[in-house]
């Protein structure tokens, strides 16, 4: 289907992807590639702001070409361009890399 993607068990608009990155993770002397993928859920709707969209937002991630797993760092409600921001600061803060450098040892034993 245009416009979609496959995200958790449905198919998700394209639109609700917020940022997308590709590591090259060194663990263990191999070299591993992951993409991380921050997405915007809406969970309600704000009447008094522009856009009036609440929501949270989480990471998926891919290992090896497969999909590995979620990781959602709070359950706060943020408007789509405040998970944006949440997101990105958590991608230069270096969140995500480390999430990802303690997952892979997991991701490998799952056989992913």
């Given amino acids: 289907m245009p416009g979609f993607r496959l ?3 449905f198919l998700m608009p394209n ?5 997308k990155r590709d590591f090259e993770v060194s663990k263990d002397e191999a070299l591993y590639k992951v993409e991380a993928v921050a997405v915007f859920e809406t ?11 609440s929501g949270m937002y989480h990471f998926s991630f891919t290992f090896r070409g497969q999909f590995a ?3 959602q760092p709070d359950k706060e409600l943020y408007s789509r361009d405040q998970a944006k921001a949440a997101a990105e600061q958590l991608f230069a803060f270096g969140s995500v890399r480390t999430y990802v450098e303690n997952q892979i040892p ?3 034993a799952l056989g992913l």
């Fill in 7 to 9: 995200g958790r068990s």
């Fill in 106 to 108: 997991v991701w490998v």
């Fill in 43 to 53: 969970h309600g709707f704000n009447l008094t702001e522009v856009g009036g969209e």
């Fill in 69 to 71: 797993g979620f990781w």
């Fill in 15 to 19: 639109g609700n992807v917020l940022l």
